[in-house]
């Protein structure tokens, strides 16, 4: 567990753009990426989308997402008491049953919680698309940044509330799932073990 949480959290360290900066080195066509497809013989000229595109925007913003999004989920996984899983063998269940009315069900906050981690920075991602997309990609919050810049203050406010309305969504489903199944002081008290 001790590995995974160090892995999980060394992203955490680094600034976002030193994080997105090493994939233009990877992606572009002198990249890692082209010129291993070129030593192997699969292509005979760089391959062009991979730098530049919504393509690379995407995989800048998986790779840069991908400890918040999986840490609360490993967290509340690590939280389930093994006499849940041992009960459930017991019982008969597989382990593919074990898995999807065991585990999961017991797992979906870290699930909402890492979807909602994820999905508050995504909404203003600002970096990827400047670095990965090279001004090709507009997202929305490179849309608020521009509208700012041109002094459109109605068009950056409607945009603003957009992204604050998509997150009070988020934050209603959010609570709507869990108020059955999270309790805070139960979750809180499993910390302390």
Not at 97 to 110: D, K, S, W
Request: net charge negative; aromatic share 10%.
């Amino acid at each position: 567990k001790a590995v995974i949480i160090t892995l999980l959290t060394i992203p955490f360290f680094l600034d976002v753009s030193s994080r997105i900066i090493v994939w233009r080195s990877i992606l572009g066509t002198n990249g890692m990426i082209n010129t291993l497809l070129g030593w192997l013989g699969l292509t005979e000229e760089p391959i062009a989308w991979l730098l530049y595109s919504e393509f690379a925007v995407h995989f800048g913003m998986l790779g840069a997402s991908f400890p918040t999004m999986v840490f609360p989920i490993f967290i509340i996984i690590s939280l389930i008491d093994d006499d849940y899983l041992a009960a459930s063998g017991d019982l008969g269940a597989s382990p593919i049953q074990t898995l999807f009315y065991v585990i999961i069900p017991m797992a979906v906050p870290g699930i909402l919680a890492g979807i909602i981690f994820t999905f508050v920075p995504l909404m203003a991602a600002y970096v990827e698309p400047q670095l990965l997309g090279g001004g090709f990609v507009d997202l929305l919050g490179n849309s608020v940044d521009s509208a700012l810049q041109q002094l459109r203050y109605p068009m950056a406010a409607a945009l603003s509330t957009v992204v604050v309305v998509l997150l009070g969504l988020c934050l209603g489903l959010f609570m709507l799932l869990t108020r059955n199944r999270l309790d805070l002081s139960t979750v809180f008290s499993a910390l302390k073990r």
